[in-house]
């Protein structure tokens, strides 16, 4: 059994930021690739950064520049920095590992949702 559990979300103003934690547990083979996407009320889910080996990272055109994704290999925790966040950004925020367990089964494994509100 794996779980991803999520933390950090919540309500800041524009030009604000926020860090979005997300731990994975259980067992847990190897990790292969993470991700962040989100899903704002209305829209589909949409990528957000992803970290498909050490040295690549990738990013929507959106939110290039000011949002970082990394990776502590150690705690098996993905975080998201978010900077000079805008009300689009607002959405709930979905992290995503690509993993192997420990029965050798290798699939997708998400998040339980976080909820990122930029308002004033």
């Known amino acids: 059994q794996v779980q991803l559990v999520e933390s950090g979300g919540g309500l800041v103003q524009p030009g604000g930021s926020l860090r979005l934690s997300c731990a994975a547990s259980?067992?847990?083979?190897?990790?292969?690739?993470m991700a962040w996407y989100r899903q704002a009320p209305g829209k589909q889910r949409e990528l957000v950064a992803h970290?498909?080996?050490?040295?690549?990272?990738n990013y929507a055109d959106s939110v290039r520049g000011r949002f970082t994704i990394s990776m502590d290999n150690a705690r098996n925790t993905v975080y998201l920095q978010m900077n000079s966040l805008k009300p689009e950004d607002t959405a709930v925020y979905y992290c995503?590992?690509?993993?192997?367990?420990?029965?050798?089964?290798?699939?997708?494994?998400w998040g339980q949702g976080i909820q990122v509100t930029v308002s004033s």
């Open positions: 995503n590992f690509k993993m192997r367990n420990t029965s050798l089964y290798f699939g997708d494994y």
């Open positions: 259980g067992s847990i083979f190897s990790i292969n690739a």
């Open positions: 970290r498909p080996s050490p040295a690549t990272t």
